[in-house]
């Protein structure tokens, strides 16, 4: 019984504690190293979190400059969408030779679709429509597609960089890096 004269079940008296409500040196020693392992395990994951700020995330792009195949892979007065998706660009070869336009709309940088019936570069965000050439004549773009550097690599392959781009605007297109005559 206790002082209320209650009784108390010698069941409900914690097994960490003795007579007195003390807690005895056994469950002390206990719930201490539980205590320690949940201050540790706190600390190291702050720490591990901090650690993760010194290596930062990396975007892995496809490579700027690359080959695209020879000249004589690419049907003359036709577009080339083989490298729409994994580079961003349009390969165009014409009776004078070939360039490489982007795949960007200039109005809001949408993707255009080849529309090969009408022959012309459709952007399916605000119908903007561009030329086999790549200039604007219709829609909200402000001007045209812009053209990457072409050239040909010693191995007789099209060397595409994206890197260096050509605006027509700026009279960029008379320049023979953005011009590949084959």
């Known amino acids: 019984m206790n002082k209320d004269n209650k009784f108390i079940p010698k069941a409900s008296i914690g097994k960490d504690k003795d007579k007195n409500g003390q807690i005895d040196r056994k469950s002390f020693i206990g719930w201490l190293s539980i205590g320690w392992l949940a ?29 695209i195949g020879e000249p004589s892979d690419f049907e003359k007065g036709k577009v080339d969408l083989r490298f729409k998706k994994q580079y961003n660009i349009w390969v165009v070869r014409n009776d004078e030779g070939m360039y490489a336009l982007s795949t960007v709309c200039t109005h809001l940088g949408c993707t255009p679709n ?15 429509g561009f030329r086999i050439s790549g200039i604007n004549f219709e829609g909200p773009a402000p001007r045209p597609l812009e053209r990457y550097k072409i050239s040909l690599a010693s191995d007789g392959q099209v060397i595409v960089d994206k890197n260096k781009s050509f605006k027509q605007e700026k009279g960029e297109w008379e320049r023979e890096e953005s011009f590949l005559k084959v």
Not at 114 to 128: I, V
Request: glycine share 6%; aromatic share 20%; with cysteine.
């Open 39 to 67: 201050f540790a395990a706190a600390t190291g994951g702050y720490f591990i979190s901090m650690i993760r700020f010194l290596f930062p995330n990396v975007l892995f792009e496809p490579p700027q400059s690359f080959k």
């Open 114 to 128: 080849w529309l090969s019936t009408e022959r012309k570069f459709k952007c399916p965000c605000h119908g903007s």
